[in-house]
């Protein structure tokens, strides 16, 4: 069964930035996320591919829109690789100093209480605020100061006295920090690479395409900074992995259940596998963890009774204005131009020391994207879109079916037709301080939300009120969502149900997400919060995720231990090579697992870095890697390595130039994707002939069985014409060998399969942006590097000039 240091469920604000911090810190981590990788230009736009873009695959839909459906209010959430951040509307605001209540008493009874304050989390707020690069709508700058809307909502604040501004965006405006805002322009990368390959990101062109996915990469979205950071630092972000349930182990560490979605075959019968971790975060968002844990209850004895509760909406309130006008003409808000919010404006609390005023709440500008007019021109639509008006017709009557007015023809054609989406109409967006008293749980094995309005109602007339008088002062039509005569709303932004306390009595994690009871289980999403955020969530779910990244980190690195399994250190392991590159512990097993070399015990030493994957085919049962790269019955096999050199000097005097490679096999044969346990990687190794170079791999792995293996591999670097270069250094020839096995005990080893690798030239061009190095001495240790590369290439490919 594989086994990792840290698995991360999720790849959402909490999933992300622990998987970045953990991996960083040089932990093994792989990241679950049941949904699929979305780069720029791959979010769906057409209706037909709309209609399919829904999470639900029981029905085949892999897509990336999750919608809930609860009495008294729906939800919609995002599944994807970046979690929410791929939806979410780029507002990143900190919560309120004052909103970290203490012991608040609920109107419905119970308490909300923060075991946290905003000084415990301001530096961690600077930390996520900078890795995504947050900045303010350059309303000062043209062309950006011909949005309407953002005037129109900085006109009506200032007429009714309300507080406006315009709050930290996580969106690119210019190509890098200190640059000069523009439109679509390619956006400079951050300094480690992108998930998503070559793929160019390019600054904002005020689409409001934000809620539905940015095919421009403006938006910085998770998959672009905090995943792809955490992939260079060697985290293994697996997709379309949803994991089903979890239980601790008898000597510690979590065994994992999960599926593995195969969206090119959805008629193919899925199979739970395993998987087993010493660190296992939650980070599935509120509805995916609160279910796994309630689903995993049985296993996890002893777990808080406060499972399932302080569950809340954060406020949220969708309304709309239509038909804007300046006397008697029309008054443009286009809200399709621009990111989706823009602008916002704080209602005060009775906490902030005004006395009577409620609890605080936001009201914020809305967006829709430009295409949207599909949608609203009905006698030019084809028959995909007539099926999916009579689907959402559908949907409205299920939802209109206990309607005190019957006749709801008029209502709809006014939010569907002229004025709702045109130029002087304009969505406002509200959330708050709404009453935590809802429950999560568990009805005939699905998950129910018991939640209502009443003990909110207080903070939904605030808004409404305010809201309507934001639409007199624009001279507009105030319009509440059509659902609201049921008293129904929709949230983006679902918190709570496994609320942090400072016991188990008020909480079912403590004040850094740790699970009690339950050592190294942690929560990292939206479920911790014991009550509602107020402003747009996102910024505070990050920071409480990098603040319990550097508790677990403080924890796991005790000295003279282990930083993961907490193992006594063992003395006198080497590589296979006799070349010893860093320090070796015991884990529980005996096994010994290498750890990555501290700068801190050798200041001076200078590391350096990169990723390199390879994509072929192996054949089980072949012995010669060229007969198994065309043999009968071939399956792909494919590995990715980042190989890092501790001590670039000592790396590069060493005959062997030995380097340390980390990361993933994957092989049918072996069971899918396996964790390379222990990795070798020589660079131009001497073979004895001036004119031959050997680069050598040896990874030791186990597979699906528990069987130890070990890939060999070598690339064949021989004299030739300088054409020979690419297909030499690209080609390794690699042989799958039973056991563990030294390079000594080769030849009487018995040899699974075998087979040819290649690197493509896209990841060969990926990889040249992956090089980093660490320490004192960082660009003179890259240069070094590169002069031997080069010089080793000039020895064999340049020309006998004796």
């Not at 296992?280 to 009774?305: C, E, M, Q, V």
């Not at 704080?346 to 829709?368: K, M, S, W």
């Not at 050997?694 to 300088?722: A, C, I, Q, S, W």
Request: a negative charge.
């Amino acid at each position: 069964m594989e086994h990792v240091d840290a698995l991360v469920v999720g790849s959402g604000f909490g999933g992300s930035v622990a998987a970045y911090r953990l991996a960083e810190a040089g932990h093994q981590v792989v990241v679950m996320e049941r949904g699929q990788p979305y780069p720029p230009g791959s979010f769906p736009r057409s209706p037909s591919a709309m209609g399919r873009a829904f999470w639900d695959p029981d029905a085949g839909l892999y897509g990336m829109f999750d919608v809930w459906h609860f009495r008294g209010f729906d939800s919609i959430v995002s599944s994807g690789l970046g979690g929410g951040s791929l939806l979410y509307a780029n507002v990143m605001l900190r919560k309120d100093e004052h909103w970290f209540v203490q012991d608040e008493e609920m109107p419905s009874g119970g308490y909300e209480s923060w075991p946290v304050t905003r000084a415990d989390l301001d530096p961690h707020y600077d930390e996520v605020e900078k890795l995504l690069g947050v900045t303010p709508y350059p309303i000062d700058r043209a062309p950006y100061d011909d949005t309407p809307k953002t005037h129109a909502m900085q006109d009506a604040a200032a007429e009714l006295g309300l507080n406006w501004s315009l709050p930290p965006l996580a969106v690119s405006f210019s190509p890098e920090r200190g640059a000069a805002p523009g439109l679509s322009l390619p956006i400079v990368d951050a300094g480690y690479g992108n998930v998503h390959g070559l793929r160019q990101r390019r600054t904002c062109r005020l689409c409001g395409e934000c809620d539905i996915g940015c095919n421009e990469g403006s938006k910085n979205s998770l998959d672009h900074t905090y995943l792809s950071a955490a992939a260079h630092h060697g985290a293994d972000l697996r997709t379309s992995h949803e994991v089903k349930a979890i239980r601790p182990l008898p000597g510690g560490g979590y065994e994992v259940d999960y599926l593995h979605h195969d969206i090119e075959d959805r008629l193919r019968k899925r199979r739970i596998k395993k998987i087993t971790c010493n660190r296992l975060i939650l980070a599935a968002g509120t509805y995916g963890t609160t279910f796994l844990l309630l689903k995993s209850r049985k296993h996890l004895k002893g777990l808080s009774d406060t499972l399932g509760t302080r569950f809340s909406g954060n406020g949220d309130l969708l309304t709309f204005l239509l038909r804007a006008k300046d006397r008697n003409r029309v008054r443009p808000l286009d809200a399709s131009r621009g990111p989706v919010i823009t602008s916002t404006i704080r209602l005060p609390d009775e906490r902030d020391g005004y006395p009577g005023a409620g609890r605080g709440a936001y009201i914020q500008d809305g967006g829709y994207p430009g295409f949207v007019d599909w949608m609203v021109q009905p006698f030019d639509i084809g028959d995909q879109i007539e099926r999916a008006v009579k689907f959402m017709l559908g949907r409205f009557l299920e939802f209109f079916q206990d309607a005190p007015d019957t006749n709801l023809s008029k209502e709809l054609s006014e939010l569907i037709g002229d004025g709702a989406l045109s130029i002087s109409s304009l969505p406002l967006l509200g959330m708050g301080r709404d009453t935590a008293d809802g429950r999560l749980e568990l009805k005939d094995d699905r998950l129910n939300a018991l939640w209502t309005t009443e003990t909110s109602e207080a903070h939904f007339i605030r808004l409404r009120k305010t809201m309507q008088a934001l639409a007199d002062v624009l001279g507009a039509d105030y319009s509440d969502n059509p659902m609201w005569f049921r008293k129904r709303v929709i949230t983006a932004h679902p918190l709570g149900g496994a609320p942090m306390g400072v016991d188990s009595d008020r909480g079912v994690c403590d004040a850094f997400g740790e699970v009690f009871g339950f050592p190294g289980l942690y929560i990292a999403d939206g479920a911790a919060m014991p009550g509602p955020v107020g402003p747009n969530p996102s910024l505070t779910i990050a920071a409480l995720a990098d603040r319990m990244s550097t508790r677990l980190l403080e924890k796991a690195a005790a000295p003279g231990k282990h930083p993961v399994t907490g193992a006594e250190p063992v003395t006198g392991t080497g590589s296979p090579n006799g070349v010893v590159n860093d320090s070796a512990y015991a884990s529980d097993s005996g096994e010994t697992v290498e750890t990555r070399g501290s700068s801190a015990e050798e200041p001076d030493r200078t590391s350096l870095s990169f990723t390199e994957e390879m994509k072929g085919f192996l054949t089980f049962g072949a012995t010669e890697p060229r007969t198994g790269a065309i043999g009968e019955g071939r399956e792909r096999a494919s590995f990715r390595l980042t190989i890092t050199a501790d001590d670039v000097a000592r790396f590069l005097d060493e005959p062997e130039h030995t380097a340390r490679a980390e990361g993933w096999i994957d092989a049918a044969g072996c069971g899918g994707r396996r964790p390379v346990q222990r990795g070798w990687f020589n660079l131009f190794a001497p073979t004895g002939a001036e004119d031959r170079r050997l680069m050598k791999y040896r990874l030791f792995f186990t597979d699906d069985h528990d069987r130890p293996r070990t890939l060999t591999g070598e690339k064949n670097v021989l004299h030739g014409p300088p054409t020979r270069i690419w297909p030499d250094t690209s080609t390794l020839y690699c042989r799958v060998l039973d056991g563990h096995v030294d390079e000594d005990g080769d030849s009487g080893a018995e040899v699974v399969a075998a087979g040819v690798l290649h690197i493509q030239l896209t990841d060969f061009a990926r990889q040249l942006t992956t090089f980093r190095t660490s320490g004192p001495s960082g660009p003179g240790a890259m240069l070094k590097f590169g002069r031997f590369f080069a010089g080793e290439l000039w020895e064999v490919y340049g020309p006998d000039l004796t």
